[in-house]
């Protein structure tokens, strides 16, 4: 009976200690890390999720800040489940050598899980850029107008208004048809069309 006891002791503490191996290790959850692409761009990395993870990342730049994410099942890696931090390290890694942390890198890959099947795969699933920076652009776009109006009014000015054309300009000319007289001749010569019939008036009092 004691000998029963003893190896059901040791079938206890032998299944005991092989839960505490299989146990996965913490997969840096929520973790941040920090680094700087081929371009200076200053850039943060962020996970999160269990067994589809989500990788978020934010970078700024001269002016300017851009984002991208990706999706994947990293965990069905052996590699990732033994130690996490560094699969992270090395998806860091790579986005180091590139310009831009978010162009030509639709698939993010690890030389520790190569091997592991395509799910595995961080893919982007979506990019852009702060609405900060669509805030900045339209500032700049209210500023061009404004700048376009006030030099539209700087030349209305050097313009300044049409000079008045005198009504009549005096020259000498020959006889006009016998039906026309000579004021009103004068008039359809040197006025404008509105104003014929006072300009034929004032001809025909200066010739009496």
């Not at 699969?87 to 942390?101: S, V």
Request: proline share 5%.
């Amino acid at each position: 009976m004691k000998s029963f006891a003893l190896l059901f002791l040791v079938v206890i503490c032998g299944m005991g200690g092989l839960g505490q191996k299989l146990k996965p290790k913490k997969r840096s959850n929520g973790e941040e890390i920090n680094f700087r692409t081929k371009s200076k761009d200053v850039c943060t990395m962020s996970m999160s999720g269990d067994e589809e993870m989500k990788l978020r990342v934010e970078c700024k730049s001269q002016g300017m800040s851009y984002w991208c994410e990706f999706t994947g099942k990293p965990s069905v890696c052996r590699a990732f489940r033994n130690n996490p931090k560094i699969y992270w390290n090395q998806i860091a890694a790579e986005l180091r050598k590139l310009p831009h942390a978010c162009e030509a890198t639709q698939v993010l890959k690890t030389t520790m899980c190569q091997k592991a099947p395509t799910a595995a795969l961080m893919k982007q699933i979506a990019s852009g850029m702060e609405p900060g920076d669509r805030a900045n652009q339209e500032k700049s776009v209210q500023k061009t107008s404004t700048s376009m109006r006030g030099a539209g009014r700087s030349t209305l000015k050097k313009i300044g208004k049409p000079p008045i054309l005198p009504l009549i300009k005096p020259t000498q000319r020959g006889h006009g048809s016998e039906n026309e007289s000579e004021a009103m001749r004068l008039a359809r010569e040197h006025c404008w069309e509105s104003l014929h019939g006072f300009c034929s008036y004032i001809i025909s009092i200066f010739r009496g």
